[in-house]
């Protein structure tokens, strides 16, 4: 099996993000760092990320997490501040974040030891939705809105249509609904800055079929069986 679906399958990433642990040295393969796509994992192998060992696990886990402002969405930050995995040290196995949410803003978080569901959550060809609550600057203007949903440039290229909605524009701030399916960095907040206002507050209130509701923030909890049979239909 190649390295980074062996990773995906053990669920320590999808494949795009385990091609990129690869490449950065941090995986090895019976003691030696490995950087080539190519690479075959045989039965009997030892397959250690970042010094650890990593082998398949038969039970897998989903979990829904509302991530708070102020964590990192990795497993290990350089500057030391907290992360979304510090939740769940006593867990009973590895979990990874299905995508990310950058550091200031909060919302519903995916995370699993399923690296086959990470990979259908986040290809580009599926275009899985994820719906954003957002309180930007100012008074965002019905032209402003039509511009998001048609795109606008972000670091170069432009961004696939939107979907948006004004909830309530007040003299200071305007309360908004952004829908897009893209996974760029900080990709909503740099759109609304091309229309020329500022994202506030941020908060992921559903990804594909996972619905927040009343979860509350810095909390977690598995999923249901209807949640998990609205994702096996993806």
């Known amino acids: 099996m190649r390295l980074q679906k062996y990773l995906a399958s053990c669920g320590v990433a999808s494949r795009r993000a385990a091609e990129q642990m690869i490449?950065?040295?941090?995986?090895?393969?019976?003691?030696?760092?490995v950087t080539s796509m190519g690479t075959q994992v045989e039965e009997g192998q030892r397959v250690c990320v970042d010094g650890k060992?990593?082998?398949?696990?038969?039970q897998k886990y989903y979990v829904m997490?509302?991530?708070?402002?102020?964590?990192?969405?990795?497993?290990?930050?350089?500057?030391?501040?907290?992360?979304?995995?510090?939740?769940?040290?006593?867990?009973?196995?590895r979990l990874y974040p299905v995508g990310r949410l950058d550091y200031?803003?909060?919302?519903?978080?995916?995370?699993?030891?399923?690296?086959?569901?990470?990979?259908?959550?986040?290809?580009?060809?599926?275009?899985?939705?994820?719906v954003y609550l957002a309180r930007v600057s100012n008074q965002v203007t019905e032209e402003?809105?039509?511009r998001l949903e048609s795109g606008v440039m972000v670091?170069?290229?432009?961004?696939?249509?939107?979907?948006?909605?004004?909830?309530?524009?007040?003299?200071?701030?305007?309360?908004?609904?952004?829908?897009?399916?893209?996974?760029?960095?900080?990709?909503?907040?740099k759109m609304v800055e091309q229309v020329g206002h500022q994202v506030v507050m941020l908060r992921r209130i559903?990804?594909?079929?996972?619905?927040?509701?009343?979860?509350?923030?810095?909390?977690?909890?598995e999923l249901t069986a209807e949640e998990l049979l609205a994702l096996s239909r993806l």
């Open 23 to 33: 490449a950065q040295g941090r995986v090895s393969v019976d003691g030696e760092t």
């Open 53 to 58: 060992e990593i082998v398949p696990e038969s």
């Open 65 to 93: 997490y509302h991530k708070p402002a102020g964590e990192v969405t990795t497993a290990k930050d350089p500057e030391g501040r907290a992360t979304v995995l510090d939740a769940f040290a006593d867990f009973p196995a």
């Open 104 to 130: 200031d803003s909060e919302g519903l978080l995916l995370l699993t030891n399923d690296g086959d569901l990470t990979q259908r959550m986040l290809h580009p060809s599926l275009e899985v939705e994820k």
């Open 144 to 146: 402003e809105a039509r």
């Open 155 to 189: 670091d170069g290229r432009r961004t696939a249509r939107a979907k948006v909605k004004l909830l309530g524009v007040k003299a200071m701030y305007t309360d908004m609904l952004i829908t897009i399916h893209e996974g760029r960095n900080r990709q909503v907040r």
């Open 206 to 221: 559903r990804f594909g079929p996972l619905k927040l509701g009343d979860l509350p923030r810095g909390q977690w909890r």
